[in-house]
C-alpha cells in the first residue's frame, strides 16, 4: 500500500481530494446529530445500565473518538492530502481513528456474543453477569484496543515529500515492526470477529427452528439483532480489507500490474469512507439491539412531535386573536 514507484501513485490525491472530502462531510453531518440523540437517551431515559446497554453505550463512546477526529482528515483530505496540524496530533489523529474501528469491531461482537449466550446457552452463568462485572469487559476491551494501537503513537506518521506532508498509517517505506503489527491487526481484527459473528448468527438459527412458541418471538429479535450487525460490520470494513489485501498483493508484482495497483490504492483510500460510515450506522445496532433504548427512542419522538403540535396550535390561536 506504500507508493514506492511515483508513477503509480501519480493522480491519486486528486481523485481523493474531489471524491472523499464530500462523502465523510455527510457522513460527519449524520453521525453527529444522531450519535448526540444516543447519548441525550442513554443519559435521559435508561434508568437501568444492564450489561447490553453498557455493551453499546461504550460503541457510542468509540463513535466520538471518530466524530472528534474526522473533522481533521477532512481539512486534510480537502488539502489533497497535505497535512497542517503536526506531527504530534498526527500521531494522536491516527490513533483515534484506529481505537474507533478497534473498538467498534471489539463492542460490536461482544452484543452479538451476549446474545448468542442468552438465546443458545441461557443457563450459563454469563447471562446473569452484573453490570459491574460487564462494566470490568468493557474495561477490558479497552485496555486491549488501545494496547495495540500504541505503536500509533511511538512511530513518526508524517512523511515529507517536497513541499507537502501527509498523515498517513498504511504508506509508511521501510515500515517498522510497530507499524508492521498495525498492518496485521487491520485484517485480524477483521477475520477473526467476522467468523465470531457468522458462528453466532448460525447458532442462534438454529436454535430458532427447534423452539417452542413461547420463546420463539425472543429469539427472532436476537437474530435480527447479530443479522444488522452483521450487515453494518461487512458494509463498513470489508472495503478497506478487500481493497488492502488485493493492493498489497498488486504491489508485489507492481512492474506487471502497475495501473490496477494505482487503481486498487485509490481505492483502499475512498474505502474510508465506509469504514467512517459506522458512527452514523451504529445508532441503528442500538434500536436492534435493546428494546429499552428503541421504546425511549419512540417516547423521545412522540414527545417532539406532541410538543410541535401544541405549538403549532398556541401559534394558529394567537393569530385568530389577532383577527
Known sequence: MSENNTTCAAGREN????????LLIIELLLGLPVNLMALYIFFRHLRSWRPNILFLFNLLLADFLLL?????????????EHWVFG???????????????????????????????????????INFI??????????????????????????????????????????IENAPPGIILHYVIYIAEFFLPLLTLLFCS????????????????????????????????????????????????????????????????????????????NSALDPVIYCFSSTMFRDAVKRSINRAGLMQFQLSRRASTVTGSDF
Open 130 to 171: 452484573s453490570s459491574r462485572q460487564a462494566g470490568g469487559i468493557a474495561c477490558f476491551i479497552w485496555v486491549v484496543v488501545v494496547s495495540m494501537r500504541l505503536p500509533l503513537l511511538t512511530n513518526d506518521l508524517l512523511i515529507k515529500e517536497k513541499n507537502n506532508s501527509y498523515c498517513r498509517s498504511f504508506n
Open 68 to 80: 472528534v477526529s474526522m473533522p481533521f482528515r477532512i481539512s486534510a483530505y480537502l488539502r489533497s
Open 202 to 277: 448460525i447458532q442462534i438459527a438454529c436454535i430458532l427452528q427447534q423452539l417452542q412458541k413461547g420463546r420463539e418471538k425472543k429469539v427472532r429479535q436476537a437474530i435480527r439483532t447479530v443479522l444488522v450487525i452483521v450487515g453494518v460490520f461487512i458494509f463498513c470494513f470489508f472495503p478497506g480489507v478487500a481493497t488492502a489485501l488485493t493492493a498489497v498483493y498488486l504491489k508485489s508484482r507492481l512492474e506487471v500490474y502497475c495501473n490496477a495497483y494505482k487503481l486498487a490504492s485509490q481505492l483502499f483510500v475512498l474505502s474510508i469512507g465506509f469504514t467512517y460510515m
Open 87 to 125: 506531527t504530534a496530533w498526527c500521531r494522536i489523529n491516527l490513533f483515534m481513528l484506529a481505537v474507533n474501528r478497534s473498538a467498534s469491531i471489539g463492542f460490536m461482537t461482544t452484543v452479538a456474543v451476549h446474545r448468542y449466550f442468552k438465546v443458545v446457552h441461557p443457563h450459563n452463568k
Open 15 to 22: 481523485v481523493i481530494s474531489s471524491i472523499l472530502p464530500p
